[in-house]
Structure formats: structure tokens, C-alpha cells
């Protein structure tokens, strides 16, 4: 054998990592992802201040946000990234809890590991833990009456309760409720939530309890003209995607003009064009236009006078709801505009809300039209509002369809790590080994809240213990009271599918992780940002200078 020439099969710069040190790498890349969000699980949890490379600041605590927000280089620490993604795309809440709970079992999959026992192992035990978790889960799930808004209203406000926004829960939590159930519908036996049916706004300056529910659209946006009317009743409403406007050439046209007549003329020809598309509207019977292209000066005096109430450059996902809402179709070219296309609403009007003018249009065609109008004193509490009205819209979207709901505040993590710890023995084996450390793992979200709120992890976790050995199936941490009590008593409640994703979707992910022990990296492949057998040791993302968040 020797003299023999090496073979080359990978491409020169590939960068490959086997066997036990790309799983301990993939598994601190994970950890870091998790730890770094760690600090804001909960109603006590801590925001996150992201400044991207163009020096904007998003000021935050939901986990989605924030690795959406950061870029990451690690391969298998992108894969946690997709964790909150689709957990977000799910059940829109839970994203934080189920990255901190991917990283906790990579953790202990990683102690394992260093035990000897081998992944494929420890996966079969993972997905044994995460079934007989689905099973204890379902059972401890209570049933939401049909129309009992109360219990929406506090799934809502503990969603929402660790959100910028908790002073005024109550009035938000209400706005939600009332949007959703007006939205909801019933097909054959069935509740659905179509969330694309309410339309989201922010202005801001006003305090947060301004927040409302407007039953219609709102469109950001003034009257082009002051001479329309600033209200119309019946409105009929025609959507235009084209611009009123005389076409500019594409090539750079020049016209010679001898006399000042030819000059008239030809403003003259410019009014006739631009009167003619303003005709058009009027003959289709419209009182309200609203353009998603440009509206010049001409056309603005000439609508003006047929006193139609006028919009220009409507967002496209505007149109797209006012189309939904008022049943008007929307026109890219005027010459096919008839009394057909138009849409309805009861009322057009444009209203002053802080220092800006905005549309309303109301009484809509469709009545499952609804927006919700966010106010905030800054750019960023609103922002952050808007988040949080958008976790409180998808949980309770969830609970209507799903109709069931668990206890939060740890209090079904508790009980599941208890199940899992009866149920490892009955296994047996090393996949024993791999329940329990299943049912140690899920403790995490316990443990967290009970850390983030200041209080001694190890004495909570004594104590809801030994609550839930007593038979109080819903005792959790209640952090605000900082001691172990009955959740549902203290309506800290979530949707089942909530809970159901994360321990779905953490599981999923850390098996997936644990399977690999070869990465192979071409040139500038995620894995080129990996320091050579290193690996990112999990810390926060503490000192790191903005726009170098790379793990
Ligand atoms: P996620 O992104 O996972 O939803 P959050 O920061 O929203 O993270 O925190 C959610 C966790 O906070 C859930 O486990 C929920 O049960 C818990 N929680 C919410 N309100 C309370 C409360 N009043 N007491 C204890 N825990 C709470
Ligand atoms: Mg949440």
C-alpha cells in the first residue's frame, strides 16, 4: 500500500467535520441559538435590542423575531432557526419555548452521547418520551366551550403577557377576541379562522389603550384633493391599478413649438386624455376611487368636481383586502371599468388620528372585514404591539378551531416530565435513559420561567414537584406571585396545539441534529464560519458588536 497516490474526491476548500466532533459542534451551535433566547421566555423574561447592519433597531422578546432578525452562519444552528419559524407558522406562539427546549435536549442528548450510548439510540428514546408526552398532553387538556369568550380573553392575555404591551392587556385582549370571533366561521362541523380577513394598522402617537377594532378597512392614507367630499355614504368604490396620468414616453421626446396656440393645443390634448380617464370612473357609477398607481393634479380637479372621493398609491395588500371586503374588482385598465367591478361599503370617510388623515372605509359588503388600528406612543412600542396583537390573534384563532386548551406557567411541562418518569422504567434499556432525560429536558420551560422571574429554580421545581405528586394536575409557577400555583385557577392558559407543536417540533429537531455525523461544507458553505474543532461556546449574545452576531 505504500506510495499510493491520495484520492481526492471532495473539491478543494470543502470543509468536512465526522463523527463525534461534528455532533458536539452541531449540539453548541444549537445551544448557543437556544441560550440566546433563553433570557426572554416568560412574562418576567428580558427584550432583546437588535441593531441590523443598517443601524436599525427592533426592540424585542418574541423568538421568531429575534433569529429572524440575527444572521446566522452555522448550519445546524439554522436548523433551530426553522424551529420558531414553523412553530410560528403553526400556532403563531410557543416560538421561544420551543427553541429553548430543542436546545435543552441537545443537552442532555449530548451528556449521552459522552456516556457512550449511541444517537440512533437516543432518538428511538426521543421519540417514544415525545409520543407518550402527546398522550399525557391530550389528556390533560380541557375543553373550551363553544362562545365562552371569557376563557379566549385570558388565552389572549397570556400570550401576550410577556409582550411590551402588558399594562393594557385587557383592552387589547378584548379588541382580539372581538376581531376573531367576528371572523370566525363554521364550515360543516367545523370552526375556521382565516387571519388574512383582519387587517392590521399602526399609527403612532396615542397611548397604547387607544388601541380599537374598526369593522372595515383602513388605508393609510388622505383624500388627494381637499375639494371632495371628506365623507360619502353608500359608497360605491372602484379599485384601479393604473396610474391617471399622461403616459411618459420611454425615449427622451422633444416637441418644437412655433406659436403660443400649439402650446394651448397641447395642454389642451394633455386635459382631454387625463378628463376622458377621469369620465370613465364617473360613468361606472363610482363615488370613490382608489388608485394603486399615481393621480395627477388634472385628474385630481376633475374628480374633484364629480366630488369622487379619491386615494392614490393604495398598498397592493390593501387593495387586495378592500377587493375581499367591499367585493370590487380591481381594474388595470380603465377602459374596462363598468358598474360591474365596483365594490360597497356603507361608509367612506377620512378621519384625523394623531397628526395623520386616514380612510376608513366601514360597513363593508363582507361584515368579516375587520382591522385592528394599533396605537403606541413610538415606532417601537407599536412595533412591538403589533407582535404581540399578532401571537394574541393566532392563539386564539387556535383555541377557536381546535377547541382545547392546556395550563401554562410550566404547569404541563411539569406533568409530562412526572408521566415520563413513571413510563421510562416500563421501556426499559438505554432508551430508558433517553425518556428520562426527555422528561428532564421539558423541565426547562419551568425552570426558565421560574430563573427569569428571579426566583430559585431548584426550590420551584421542589415544589411543583411535589404539587403535582399531591394530584394538582395544573400547578405551575406563577411568576407575578413568585410561588407554585393552580394555573387554570389563575387563568394562565394556552391552546393544546400550542404545547403540542413544541414538543412536536423540538423533537423532530433534535433528533434530526443527533443524526448527523458527517458535515461536508463546500467553500463558503455555512460551515466556513465554524472555527476548527471549536464550536461556539453557548453563551448570550452579550458583548457582541452590532451586525456581528455570527454564531
Ligand atoms: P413563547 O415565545 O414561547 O410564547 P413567551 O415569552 O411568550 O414565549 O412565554 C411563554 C411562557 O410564559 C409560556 O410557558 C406561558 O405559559 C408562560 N406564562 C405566561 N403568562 C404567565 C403567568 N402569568 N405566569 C406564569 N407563566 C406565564
Ligand atoms: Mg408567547
Redesign the pocket.
Known sequence: MTGQQPIIVLKEGTKRERGKGAQSNNIMAARAISDAVKS????K?MDKMLVDSMGDVVVT???ATILKEIDVEHPAAKMIVEVAKSQDEECG??????VVLTGELLKYAGDLLDQNIHPTVICGGFKLASDKAKEILNKLAIDIKPGDKNTLKNIAI??M??KGASSEKETLADVVVDAVTRIAEKVGTKNIVDLDNVQIQKKQGGGIANTEIIKGIILDKERVHEGMPKNIKNAKIALVNAALEVKKTEVDARIQIQDPTQLQAFLDEEEGMIKKMVDKVKKSGANVLICQKGIDDIAQHFLAKHNIYSVRRAKKSDMEKLAKATGAKVVANLDGLTSKDLGYAGKVEEIKIGDDKMTFVTDCKNPKAVSILIRGTTEHVVDELERGIH?ALSVVKVAIEDGKMTA???AAATAIAMGLRDYAPTVGGREQMAIEAFADAIEV?PKT?SENAGLDPIDMMLEVRSAHKKGKKYA?????AGKVDD?IK?N?I?PLRVTMQEIEASSEAATMILRIDDVIAAKGGGAGGMPPGGGMPPGGMGGMPPGDMEY
Do not use: C, K, Q, R
Open positions: 426572554t421566555l416568560g412574562p423574561g422578546n418574541d423568538g406562539d410557543g416560538t421561544t419555548s420551543a397570556t400570550s403577557a410577556s401571537d401554562g406557567g410550566g420551560v420561567l405551575g409557577i406563577n411568576v407575578l394555573m389563575n394562565v394556552e
